[in-house]
């Protein structure tokens, strides 16, 4: 390794499945640039004391992933406007000792719905499974966009309780209905887009009759599982358009989505 050369990673809990390595080590290479990523797999307890280490290590910077997108707010000295609204972040830049949080998932998020689902969520009911971070970026994106109602389903009280004091900081929705997963997934079926938030498939949470009547279905996890139907999105896509925002943060040197799309299908083939 040559001296001051850029070292970047991902912090996460148990996240050894990752893809963030391979996409970024071979953009690194494409480019022809000289940086490190590695993974830092982090339990709740020991955040704090990583991001100590990281203003006195030459760590450039990581991204964020489960559980760490909304903890990790205050050990921070500045936010992005979309990671301020959205209350996460999923990239976070050293500068010169200053930690800056980026919210990039929403821009995967909105190409996924936008690009490839086709939808406009203006005047639509939506549903939310989960409560983290991704499902708060999907929450901003879709009242910011004129969703008409939006029910977001918990795994939780405790999950349900926090989601709800997020929302009150922004605008509402005509129709919002929080509830428990176990006590109304049924409900889903009426809805013109479902955003899966969790890290478990759609099909491990929902009856697949129900997921049947859902006009469309966006998942923010990876991989390659099965689809419901045509209209079933995985998060390969946002995975790729979240990477391409980074790689510009981190590097200022474009790519392209479907150069991404690229490794992560080679990466998702080889496993």
Same mark, same amino acid.
Do not use: W
């Given at each position: 390794?040559?001296?001051?050369?850029?070292?970047?990673?991902?912090?996460?809990?148990?996240?050894?499945?990752?893809?963030?390595?391979?996409?970024?080590?071979?953009?690194?290479?494409?480019?022809?640039?000289?940086? &490190?990523?590695?993974?830092?797999?982090?339990?709740?307890?020991? %955040?704090?004391?990583?991001?100590?280490?990281?203003?006195?290590?030459?760590?450039?910077?990581?991204?964020?992933?489960?559980?760490?997108?909304?903890?990790?707010?205050?050990?921070?000295?500045?936010?992005?406007?979309?990671?301020?609204?959205?209350?996460?972040?999923?990239?976070?830049?050293?500068?010169? #000792?200053?930690?800056?949080?980026?919210?990039?998932?929403?821009?995967?998020?909105?190409?996924? &719905?936008?690009?490839?689902?086709?939808?406009?969520?203006?005047?639509?009911?939506?549903?939310? &499974?989960?409560?983290?971070?991704?499902?708060?970026?999907?929450?901003?994106?879709?009242?910011?966009?004129?969703?008409?109602?939006?029910?977001?389903?918990?795994?939780?009280?405790?999950?349900?309780?926090?989601?709800?004091?997020?929302?009150?900081? %922004?605008?509402?929705?005509?129709?919002?209905?929080?509830?428990?997963?176990?006590?109304?997934?049924?409900?889903?079926? #009426?809805?013109?887009?479902?955003?899966?938030?969790?890290?478990?498939?759609?099909?491990?949470?929902?009856?697949?009759?129900?997921?049947?009547?859902?006009?469309?279905?966006?998942?923010?996890?990876?991989?390659?599982?099965?689809?419901?139907?045509?209209?079933? %999105?995985?998060?390969?896509?946002?995975?790729?358009?979240?990477?391409?925002?980074?790689?510009?943060?981190?590097?200022?040197?474009?790519?392209?989505?479907?150069?991404?799309?690229?490794?992560?299908?080679?990466?998702?083939?080889?496993?």
């Amino acid at each position: 390794m040559k001296q001051n050369t850029p070292i970047y990673g991902i912090i996460g809990a148990d996240i050894g499945y990752s893809l963030s390595p391979t996409i970024y080590h071979e953009l690194f290479a494409q480019k022809h640039i000289c940086a &490190i990523y590695n993974v830092f797999d982090l339990r709740n307890s020991d %955040l704090n004391d990583f991001m100590k280490s990281v203003r006195l290590l030459p760590l450039a910077g990581f991204n964020v992933t489960i559980p760490h997108k909304r903890a990790i707010l205050p050990l921070l000295d500045r936010l992005d406007f979309v990671a301020e609204q959205t209350q996460s972040t999923n990239l976070v830049i050293n500068r010169k #000792g200053k930690l800056h949080g980026y919210n990039t998932d929403y821009e995967g998020i909105r190409q996924s &719905i936008e690009n490839r689902l086709k939808v406009s969520v203006r005047g639509a009911s939506v549903a939310i &499974i989960g409560s983290g971070g991704g499902a708060q970026t999907a929450y901003y994106y879709l009242v910011s966009h004129g969703a008409r109602a939006i029910h977001v389903y918990h795994r939780s009280p405790a999950s349900l309780l926090r989601f709800g004091a997020f929302v009150r900081r %922004l605008p509402r929705p005509s129709s919002f209905r929080p509830a428990l997963l176990e006590e109304a997934i049924d409900d889903l079926g #009426g809805c013109d887009l479902c955003i899966n938030c969790t890290p478990a498939a759609i099909t491990e949470l929902a009856d697949r009759n129900v997921l049947r009547k859902v006009a469309r279905i966006l998942e923010l996890r990876y991989g390659v599982y099965d689809l419901v139907k045509r209209a079933h %999105l995985r998060g390969n896509y946002m995975l790729a358009v979240q990477a391409v925002r980074n790689f510009k943060i981190m590097t200022g040197q474009d790519v392209t989505v479907n150069r991404v799309l690229k490794i992560i299908d080679g990466a998702l083939r080889d496993d």
